[in-house]
């Protein structure tokens, strides 16, 4: 069974970073891209950039770039999303999905992360 | 960026309407339109991908349908479990977009 494990909620000050964390199992890991996704109350769903578990080759929207850093650790399975100079912006659920046959057929459980001094 | 524009943003419907939710892409996506359902507190789930392709052990209530920039989502009997907010995604091109959900509800 796929899964996907997301690290769990976080409360940041402005200007700090936060590293955010998918832990996977049940699939080959390499063989995968992973995406990260942005979800703020009444706006679109946002996706944020991927990363391929084989070669931690990435592709980001262009929105985020110089805010979300996406990397990998095969060893142990774990996408991971670095968030910077964090403001009241960033302030959101993130999810972390798999880009499967088609994008997005499973996703992480989302966590919250809220930015405030 | 591709813009998808989601209609209706809310919807009320009974017990076994058949109810559809629609998706405009701001140019041709050639069928590369994702549906999802989100229940309130969970992550999405996969329905549909690829315009008309029920993801496996989604229930056959649903299907999709749809060409170029329109497309729709129908469930042919509403049921009460189905009472979540739905989104469409369209990866033709990137950056991937959704469309702004539309929130369904029972009557």
């Known amino acids: 069974e796929v899964q996907l494990q997301q690290s769990g909620a976080e409360l940041v000050k402005p200007g700090a970073s936060v590293k955010l964390s998918c832990k996977t199992s049940?699939?080959?890991?390499?063989?995968?891209?992973m995406s990260w996704l942005k979800q703020m109350p009444g706006q679109n769903i946002e996706w944020i950039g991927n990363?391929?578990?084989?070669?931690?080759?990435?592709g980001y929207n262009q929105k985020f770039k110089g805010k979300a850093t996406l990397t990998v650790d095969k060893s142990s399975s774990t996408a991971y999303m670095d968030l910077s100079s964090l403001t009241s912006e960033d302030s959101a659920v993130y999810f972390c999905?798999?880009?499967?046959?088609?994008?997005?057929?499973?996703w992480g459980q989302g966590v919250m992360v809220t930015v405030s001094s | 960026d591709i813009q998808m524009t989601q209609s209706p943003s809310f919807l009320s419907a009974s017990v076994g309407d058949r109810v559809t939710i629609n998706c405009k892409a701001s140019q041709n996506i050639n069928k590369y339109l994702n549906w999802y359902q989100q229940k309130l507190g969970e992550a999405p789930k996969l329905l549909i991908y690829n315009t008309n392709n029920l993801q496996t052990g989604i229930p056959s209530r649903f299907s999709g349908s749809g060409s170029g920039t329109d497309y729709t989502l129908t469930i042919s009997s509403l049921q009460p479990e189905d009472v979540a907010t739905y989104f469409c995604?369209?990866?033709?091109?990137?950056?991937?977009?959704f469309g702004s959900g539309t929130k369904l509800e029972i009557k």
């Open positions: 999905a798999r880009m499967g046959m088609t994008p997005f057929d499973y």
């Open positions: 990363i391929y578990g084989g070669n931690g080759g990435t």
């Open positions: 049940g699939y080959t890991f390499s063989n995968y891209y």
């Open positions: 995604l369209q990866h033709s091109s990137r950056p991937l977009t």
